[in-house]
């Protein structure tokens, strides 16, 4: 979502990385499920219309055409990044948001997720301090407005850092407080919105492992032990008991479409 999104049987547990008039797209259901990425075949490419799978990724850099037509055909769901830290800024939208939703709709796709990694720690000396989580929401949502950015699920970033932005570095109680401001400001958007969290750094940045921030939001999980299958996972924290989404390997390429990315399941 600098980083930005999200581990092993073991799950590793010191870090993640988000590799997380349109309201009413990709609404979650009642149970806080995330609804099916709609995908087609541009009519001058013909072939069959690719069926949504289970399976996606999500990405921090731009990739290559050939890369977004091979996840088309394949079906899967991709989850780009959209804002970022912004050191020295106290927040901004990513580069690289609008270069990746267009060659997502280059390759067919009609909507896209897209998360957002906040800027919410102490900045280095001399730099500006991070933004109200307020105006970090509305210049996201802002901007997806702005350009008729087509998005079905949001996904908000909670995740250390250190030697850069420093995520989550004031005290517990402290970050607590801010983590439910941001909360406050997701559900005002007007989009739907998840948590993208790894269970084994929730207690390095809130009180407890069992402090609640979101837990009525989907579940983006961590837990990079390369088993794909939302239902396989086993890390919770915060009040969560099942998963929407399981990002279950870090940064690499995928077998079939290359690229550099992080593997996801999606509940079906």
Not at 150 to 168: K, M, Q, R, Y
């Amino acid at each position: 979502m600098l980083s930005k999104l999200l581990l092993f049987a073991l799950a590793i547990p010191s870090i993640s990385c988000f590799a997380l008039p349109n309201g009413n797209a990709g609404l979650v259901s009642r149970d806080g499920e995330v609804a099916d990425v709609v995908v087609r075949a541009p009519d001058d490419r013909g072939g069959p219309t690719p069926t949504p799978t289970s399976e996606g990724f999500d990405i921090s850099q731009t990739q290559p055409p050939e890369f977004w037509t091979c996840a088309f055909k394949k079906g899967y769901r991709p989850i780009i990044e959209g804002y970022i830290q912004g050191c020295g800024v106290g927040g901004e939208v990513a580069k690289n948001f609008l270069p990746s939703y267009n060659a997502a709709k280059t390759a067919g796709y009609t909507s896209v997720d897209a998360y957002m990694f906040p800027c919410t720690g102490n900045q280095p000396s001399g730099l500006p301090a991070c933004k109200d989580p307020k105006v970090q929401v509305n210049e996201f949502i802002k901007y997806i407005k702005d350009n008729k950015i087509n998005v079905n699920h949001l996904w908000f970033d909670i995740e250390p850092t250190s030697g850069e932005c420093n995520a989550w570095n004031l005290d517990k109680t402290t970050n607590l407080k801010l983590a439910w401001k941001f909360v406050d400001a997701l559900k005002q958007s007007g989009y739907t919105w998840g948590i993208y969290a790894n269970g084994n750094q929730w207690a390095d940045m809130f009180p407890s492992r069992d402090s609640n921030v979101a837990s009525d939001l989907p579940l983006m999980a961590v837990q990079w032990d390369g088993v794909a299958g939302v239902d396989k996972t086993t890390t919770f924290m915060g009040g969560w008991t099942k998963a929407a989404v399981k990002q279950y390997t870090g940064t690499t390429a995928d077998k079939d479409c290359g690229g550099s990315l992080d593997h996801d399941s999606f509940r079906p």
